[in-house]
């Protein structure tokens, strides 16, 4: 269960990097201002609910399968 927890901060690493190379993408494609920002919007929306998804996941993972508790 140990790696379960190490595996969590990773997988948020990863949707961060994801949602940072995709507006970077976004700005050296288009030079509209406008449908740059409501695009960049839309992914960080989107990041949002892909983090809360993971964290709501692990939780579901932690009362499912119990973890053992260090003394």
């Keep these: 269960m140990d790696c ?11 949707i961060v990097v994801v949602a940072i190379v995709a507006i970077a993408r976004l700005v050296l494609a ?3 201002v406008p449908v740059i920002v409501m695009q960049i ?3 960080l929306l989107w990041v949002v609910v892909a983090i809360a998804c993971l964290y709501l ?4 993972f ?3 399968l119990p973890m053992p508790r260090l003394r």
């Excluded at 996941?57 to 579901?60: H, N, P, Q, R, S």
């Design 41 to 43: 919007a839309n992914i």
């Design 62 to 64: 932690s009362c499912v």
């Design 57 to 60: 996941i692990f939780d579901l």
């Design 4 to 14: 379960l927890a190490g595996l969590l901060p990773f997988l948020v690493w990863v």
């Design 30 to 32: 288009y030079l509209s």
